[in-house]
């Protein structure tokens, strides 16, 4: 398969580089109109740290609660032709998945600044959106430059620092969805990208302690996999080794069960289910679950069997052209039931 690889050309990661203005406005240097996509409980801690280092610059602020398409058009009417030079997507998720679709449309640099680590968005050229009736991820283009303040990411509530350690055990099974498709129905698979993805979910697992104790070096090294996760999803030229059938469980569970669960927490105990599935050591993951700090069942989130059972069987049926596991076993309720019997999830 013939596809256009493009990968961030900066990335600056350390402690308190938010604070250094000079190195800010050197990175920025890249026009006089900026618009700063962000949240609200975001902008108010962090947004005072990126203005001090784009003195000059002209700053449109816009705060987002839901990545809706149709934030995604109103901002994209509102700022063409205005004359906007870069979007910065400074936030977690959401914001940034705005951010990016937005540049895009622009067509002006995106620059990523994340406050969390929660997931691999970061780098990666994808992005998700909530559509009128179901969430869809689209590729669009990776940031140009990537601002890491470990210091700023540090300071996200646990819970979401630690679900980036869920995020990236995921890759053990995206990885061996996009094999299994390769042989069964003759999918492009890189096995660079696979490779490299997987590499980010070991690196992980190995410092899920360090992680779970909010140590610099753990956050680091969970901040650092999560943008080679991404550069990985920029060599795939789709999400393909970032994302599978754990993914799907997790999206359906945000139509059946919204509003329970963070993603990494969801998806990082699917890919417990997933494992079994395949017959790999799902043991090897609730142990790094567990070390993380993470859930290691799903009613400690305030889904019920039922609902993790219905997403299950949801799952396949959200990406019919993505083929998994999910789609090559078809497991009717009593099997669902009796595999999240046998790893007690
Ligand atoms: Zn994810």
Known sequence: MDHLMELPSMVLMGEGILDNSELISKT?????????????????LFGKKLSNGLDGVDLEIEMVEEPTVEVVETLTSNYIGKGINFIVGLGGGKNMDVAKVVSYRLSVPYISVPTNSSQDGIASPMASLR?????????????????????????????QIISGVGELMAKVTAVRDWRLARRDVGEYYGDYAARLALTSAN???HNAAKINQLNEEGIRGLVEALISAGVAAGIAGSSRPCSGSEH???????????????????????????????????????????AAGLP?????????????????????????DRYTILHKLKPDRSRIAASIEAVDI
């Open 296 to 320: 290691i069942k799903f009613s400690d989130m305030g889904i019920t069997k039922d609902e993790l059972i219905a997403a299950v069987v949801r799952a396949p049926d959200l990406r019919p």
């Open 131 to 159: 559509g009128a009736d179901k969430p869809y991820s689209l590729k669009v283009r990776p940031p140009v430059a990537v601002l890491a303040d470990t210091d700023v990411i540090r300071s996200a509530p646990k819970d």
């Open 203 to 205: 690196h992980a697992m």
């Open 248 to 290: 799907l469980i997790s999206h359906a569970l945000g139509e059946i069960a919204p509003q329970k669960g963070v993603h990494g927490e969801k998806v990082g105990l699917a890919a417990v289910l997933i494992s079994y599935f395949y017959g790999m050591n799902w043991r090897l993951l609730i142990e790094k679950l567990k």
């Open 28 to 44: 920025f240097k890249m026009g006089r109109r900026g618009l700063v996509v962000t949240g609200p409980h975001v902008w108010p």
